[in-house]
């Protein structure tokens, strides 16, 4: 072949992977388009929810793999169950949550104004306490200091039933009517993934003998991540991702259709059937 011919075959080649990519393109915009023409445009919100959701996971997993290393550390039983303290807050948030609905920014809006300040929070301690958690599960001979542990995770703990509150109500005035019961789904998967990704994810790096095996050429004694630096990284995930929230996503400043009462069934999904109103009526009379 001369030159001129392989150039050719070569701008060819070019041309039908970039169709391809091109066709690919347009499928996913399509099929974005369809999914959020079906939800009556909330997909983005559906989306962003499960974002938020998933961040919540984040520190229950977390503090999900320090009786583990505790253990490994030989704790005594009574530490171990003074850490299972941690998670109290989310049994307990009814007791602030009238407060985080009754008082806010107008300016930022009802659920922004906790969301932001408490996420960013968060984010900030999970960044400047990563060195601190290393140093309180002890290194060595050196005992863990499971009080200090439990006081950390705890607060983390409040923190994310806060966040808890405030997304859970928002929610409810991002959602059309109709796909308010995404709300709950968002919720379930998207704590069990941010779980997955902070426990399991964590666990596996955090092996020394799982990392040998499956993603180190050389072998070696220590482990690839250490539980303050993973959670020094998703600490960093949540200051981009509230930053993004703070500077992308605006909140109506008053209730949105689902606070209203003037709203049909047929707005919720539901198809009212005359036969079923009709009975209703009738028992209504006798």
């Known amino acids: 072949k001369n030159p001129s011919q ?8 070019g041309k039908e992977v970039s169709k391809k990519y091109t066709k690919r393109v347009v499928n996913i ?27 919540q996971g984040v520190p229950m997993g977390l503090a999900t793999s320090i009786p583990m290393l505790l253990q490994e550390k030989r704790a005594t039983y009574s ?3 003074l850490f299972s303290f941690v998670s109290w807050p989310f049994s307990l948030k009814l007791l602030w949550a009238p407060i985080v609905d009754s008082f806010y920014s107008r300016r930022m809006g009802r659920r922004k104004s ?18 601190s ?13 499971v009080p200090g542990l439990t006081l950390y995770f705890f607060i983390l703990y409040f923190l994310m039933a806060t966040q808890d509150i405030a997304v859970d109500g928002w929610a409810i005035t991002m ?29 596996a790096l955090n092996s020394p003998q799982f990392c040998n095996t499956f993603l180190r050429r050389v072998a070696s004694d220590e482990a690839m991540v ?27 400043a008053e209730a949105g259709p689902a606070y209203s009462a003037d709203y049909s069934l047929a707005d919720l999904g539901v198809e009212e059937r005359g036969d079923v109103a009709r ?3 009738e028992g209504g009379a006798g």
């Open 279 to 281: 009975e209703g009526a």
């Open 226 to 252: 250490s539980l303050g630096g993973f959670t020094s990284m998703w600490g960093w995930v949540f200051l981009g991702t509230t930053l993004g929230v703070a500077l992308g996503k605006r909140e109506s």
């Open 79 to 81: 530490e171990q169950s």
């Open 133 to 145: 958690i290393n140093m309180m599960l002890g290194d060595g001979d050196v005992h863990p200091d």
């Open 175 to 203: 959602l059309c009517p109709r796909n308010i019961g995404w709300a709950s789904t968002c919720n379930a998967v998207g704590q069990a993934l941010g779980t997955i990704l902070s426990f399991i994810v964590f666990m």
């Open 6 to 13: 392989s150039e050719m075959e070569i701008e060819d080649t």
């Open 29 to 55: 915009n399509s099929w974005y388009h369809d999914i959020n023409q079906q939800l009556n445009g909330d997909l983005g919100n559906i989306l962003l929810l499960l974002l938020l959701y998933t961040l």
């Open 114 to 131: 906790w969301l932001v300040p408490i996420q960013a929070l968060c984010g900030a301690l999970m960044v400047m306490g990563s060195s």
